[in-house]
């Protein structure tokens, strides 16, 4: 009954493949998150999405395209890979609402590009 | 612009010392502020937060940490520090805007020492 899963947990391969990072939450939130978090531990947000729509979308390469079939799941597709796309991704939920609710993270996917 | 400053890229400490990792903020506007906790090969997990009201914010695990409004400081304490402390720890502030995203510090490795 994990609250945000990613799968997969690791994911390594070679440059120019396209690989797909799947995310769901069974919060019953209505916000989420993808965050990349490079090797210096860096977290930096990638993409937003409230409710299937996109909200933030930070200065990512467009080989990234983040797509939610519904509120519960944020998939994030990756074309043509590069070694510097190596980093752990993780998947993040919340709450919308008056107060800032926390963010729920997944235990992340960690991609290596070779 | 706004931006995280955790002052410390790792902290070694005694098991039983105490601990204050360090974070400084810059934001124009209202923000929210957050500490969360990274323990080895996991998601991130909210440790405490302060949104309003007394400028002192505690833990269930012993943790504490005190927004500085003049000094924009959100400064994390511990009295007495455990083996199970040992764990990566974001400092992190939610932007109050229309963007309302979160931005994260670079974390601070606590290392606590036998």
């Known amino acids: 009954d994990t609250a945000v899963s990613q799968t997969p947990k690791y994911l390594v391969t070679q440059m120019g493949n396209d690989k797909s990072i799947k995310c769901e939450q069974n919060?019953?939130?209505?916000?989420m998150y993808w965050y990349k978090q490079d090797s210096k531990k860096f977290l930096k947000i990638m993409f937003s999405y409230n409710n299937k729509e996109l909200i933030i979308n930070e200065t990512v390469p467009n080989r990234f395209s983040p797509k939610s079939p519904d509120k519960a799941h944020l998939n994030l597709h990756i074309n043509s890979l590069e070694l510097g796309d190596s980093a752990v991704y993780f998947c993040?939920?919340?709450?919308?609402?008056?107060?800032?609710?926390?963010?729920?993270f997944g235990n992340g996917t960690r991609l290596t590009v070779t | 612009a706004q931006s995280v400053t955790q002052l410390d890229s790792q902290v070694p400490v005694f098991e039983e010392a105490p601990v204050e990792l360090r974070c400084n903020y810059s934001s124009s506007v209202s923000v929210y502020l957050f500490w969360y906790v990274q323990y080895p090969n996991q998601g991130l997990q909210l440790l405490l937060k302060?949104?309003?009201?007394?400028?002192l914010v505690e833990s269930i695990n012993g943790f504490e940490a005190e927004f500085n409004k003049s000094q924009t400081s959100f400064h994390l304490r511990k009295p007495s520090v455990h083996i199970s402390d040992t764990a990566e720890y974001f400092c992190?502030?939610?932007?109050?805007?229309?963007?309302?995203?979160?931005?994260f510090g670079k974390g601070t490795r606590l290392h606590i020492l036998p």
């Open positions: 919060l019953g939130h209505d916000t």
């Open positions: 302060y949104l309003s009201g007394s400028t």
């Open positions: 993040a939920s919340s709450q919308s609402g008056a107060l800032s609710p926390p963010l729920h």
């Open positions: 992190a502030v939610r932007i109050m805007n229309r963007d309302d995203k979160i931005i």
